[in-house]
């Protein structure tokens, strides 16, 4: 089966500038997580869907990051306006059944100047 | 203090050396990934468990649940195990340790 997809691989933005990340999870696979991983930092939990919706978004550093599944299917992580600290390698995973199974993206590395 | 904390945070070894990165963690868990991130910055999954051992090539993992520790051991080291090895735990959510940066030198 295909991996998880993640979309760029790499983005240089200028702080205020907008990004969308994608992830495309393995066919199949309910469970779609983000996480970040800052530089020195440990990596991070972002949020996790159940299909479209939003089962704990409980890591979402604030209101300029927004995530979104539609149809259950991809999902984009967008953040707007980037601002410095947002730089970092952002991450998502897909399993089929919540806590077990996780596969991960190749991650995608934003730099934001 | 973090919830899973893995030692050492930084290792340099000849090729050949047997190697142990270990992972300890504070909260209930169900199960425990071994992951690896090579400097391209993909992950891997090398392990997940949740008691005893588990053995792939040259990879081992190891965990006790009681004393809330597992260890990662690679035998016969060669460059290309050369990474940032992570341990996470499955709590409530997947919960991160640091890293472990390896370098094998030939």
């Known amino acids: 089966e295909a991996g998880v997809t993640q979309f760029p691989s790499h983005s240089v933005i200028e702080k205020g500038q907008t990004v969308t990340l994608r992830c495309d999870p393995i066919?199949?696979?309910?469970?779609l997580y983000w996480y970040r991983r800052v530089m020195g930092k440990e990596i991070k939990f972002l949020l996790h869907?159940?299909?479209?919706?939003?089962?704990?978004e409980s890591g979402m550093p604030n209101n300029r990051f927004l995530a979104e599944r539609t149809g259950g299917t991809y999902s984009t992580l967008k953040v707007q306006p980037a601002e410095l600290e947002d730089s970092g390698v952002y991450f998502c995973?897909?399993?089929?059944?919540?806590?077990?199974?996780?596969?991960f993206g190749s991650g995608t590395r934003l730099t934001v100047v | 203090k973090n919830e899973v904390e893995q030692s050492p945070q930084n290792l340099t070894a000849q090729e050949g050396e047997f190697i142990t990165i270990n992972c300890s963690y504070s909260v209930g868990i169900s199960a425990l990934h071994w992951l690896q991130q090579h400097p391209g910055g993909g992950i891997v999954s090398l392990f997940m468990l949740s008691s005893g051992k588990k053995k792939h090539g040259r990879l081992i993992a190891t965990i006790n649940i009681q004393e809330k520790h597992s260890s990662l051991h690679i035998t016969a080291s060669h460059p290309r195990d050369s990474a940032v090895y992570i341990c996470a735990v499955i709590s409530q959510k997947l919960v991160f340790g640091q890293g472990t940066r390896l370098t094998i030198n030939p």
């Open positions: 995973a897909s399993s089929r059944d919540n806590n077990y199974g996780y596969t």
């Open positions: 066919s199949g696979h309910d469970n």
């Open positions: 869907f159940v299909k479209e919706s939003k089962q704990d």
